[in-house]
């Protein structure tokens, strides 16, 4: 259901970055300190949706980020997340689960793992931090 939902996006918008996805959207995109243990949340205030990324992240991390926010406004829409925090990312809170099995997802795109390449090689070749393989 939700990699249902990322290969819709990617579809629709005919890219799977969520940089990218999210201006299409009209989805503001904000990058700001968030401390050490904050990846990233998400608000939706005055109807104006905003995904709030940590400056502090190497650049695949905030990859992630983007997209987990992301699958946030498209899979729970009205939900204000809470600050997202390392250790939570691994949360079994469903929600968390699905934003980050969207996440995986979305970046993974089109890609598939080559003859031989395991499921974490491959998902490193597409920027996907180990912490988050399971979600694949
Ligand atoms: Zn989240």
Not at 69 to 83: A, K, Q, R, S, W
Not at 94 to 122: C, D, M, W, Y
Request: hydrophobic share 40%.
């Amino acid at each position: 259901m939700v990699r249902i939902k990322a290969r819709e996006l990617m579809e629709t918008h005919g890219t799977n970055s969520p940089i990218e996805i999210a201006a299409q959207r009209n989805i503001v995109v904000l990058v700001e300190d968030l401390g050490k243990h904050t990846w990233g949340y998400y608000t939706l205030t005055n109807r104006i949706p905003c995904i709030h990324i940590n400056s502090r992240l190497d650049p695949d991390d905030a990859l992630f980020a983007a997209a987990h926010e992301l699958g946030h406004h498209v899979l729970h829409p009205g939900i204000n997340t809470p600050f997202l925090r390392s250790n939570t990312l691994l949360s079994v809170d469903k929600i968390e689960r699905q934003a980050n099995r969207f996440a995986v997802h979305l970046l993974a795109g089109e890609n598939e793992p080559e003859p031989g390449e395991t499921k974490s090689q491959f998902l490193i070749r597409c920027g996907i931090h180990e912490m988050f393989h399971i979600f694949y």
